[in-house]
């Protein structure tokens, strides 16, 4: 499966944007679908994830409440609305899926075997 991640952009703080991550080869049926960030000279984080036949969704602390995981099956697309962005969340966003994952290691980026290219979220104070 190929992932593509789009909707990033340049923010002001407290702004919204909304990223999407399409699949094509192949679909999310029976997988967790993660978006994780990685901003300069940090490790990659968690973010949030999405079961995608139950859609149960899981967040990192540090988006909870201001950023919410759906998913569209008509377009086979993922989506992470982000509200409330604060400088700290700029970073490289990817989004990720792996149809072999277990809850317990959702969180864990190394889990996952296929990836988007990422696209930059950038806000600014």
């Known amino acids: 499966v190929q992932l593509q991640a789009s909707g990033g952009g340049l923010v002001q703080a407290g702004g919204s944007l909304r990223l999407s991550c399409a699949a094509s080869?192949?679909?999310?049926?029976?997988?967790?679908v993660g978006w994780f960030r990685q901003a300069p000279g940090k490790e990659r984080e968690f973010v949030a994830a999405?079961?995608?036949?139950?859609?149960?969704?899981y967040y990192g602390d540090s988006v909870k409440g201001r950023f919410t995981i759906s998913r569209d099956s008509d377009s086979n697309t993922v989506y992470l609305q982000m509200n409330s962005l604060k400088p700290e969340d700029t970073a490289v966003y990817y989004c990720?899926?792996?149809?072999?994952?277990?809850?317990?290691?959702?969180?864990?980026?190394?889990?996952?075997?296929?990836w988007g290219q990422g696209t930059l979220v950038t806000v600014s104070s």
């Open positions: 990720a899926t792996d149809s072999s994952l277990i809850l317990s290691s959702i969180r864990q980026w190394t889990h996952y075997d296929y």
């Open positions: 080869g192949g679909t999310f049926r029976n997988s967790f």
């Open positions: 999405i079961r995608w036949n139950s859609r149960h969704d």
